[in-house]
């Protein structure tokens, strides 16, 4: 018997409500602030695990790929196409890392803030 349920996935970032609504670009939903600081913003609506956005006034993002760190956590997104998929989140922000080997089924990018993220197809 599990000792508890994963409530959501919370990221770091210098700006939660933009970072939070470039996710909700990706995956729907509409950001929702905690309180009137913003300081914790939920993306509500979406389908899957709960996301959540923290201010972090010190955040500093994870270099990846790096040998001297880890990227700590990354987001997997599965997408239908890669390359449509790709051009939408390049627009809306994201950075390409890695595309690797073309015949691969997945990408490396990062969010505004920093955070690695991939989009897969099945």
């Known amino acids: 018997m599990p000792i508890a349920t994963l409530r959501a996935v919370a990221l770091d970032c210098p700006d939660p409500l ?4 470039f996710y909700a670009a990706i995956l729907g939903g509409e ?3 905690e309180d009137e600081t913003g300081r914790w913003i ?4 979406h389908e899957g695990t709960s996301l959540a956005f923290q201010a972090a006034p010190g955040h500093v993002p994870p270099v990846w790929p790096s040998t001297d760190g880890s990227q700590q956590l990354h987001l997997d997104l599965t ?7 790709e051009a939408q989140v390049l627009a809306l922000g994201a950075t ?6 073309p ?4 990408r490396v990018y990062s969010d505004p803030a920093g955070h690695p993220f991939c989009l897969c197809v099945d």
Do not use: I, N, Y
């Open 96 to 101: 390409l890392l890695d595309t690797g080997d």
């Open 18 to 21: 933009a970072l939070a609504r």
């Open 31 to 33: 950001p929702e602030a």
């Open 42 to 45: 939920d993306l509500e609506g």
């Open 103 to 106: 015949t691969r089924k997945w």
């Open 79 to 85: 997408v239908e196409d890669l390359d449509t998929a």
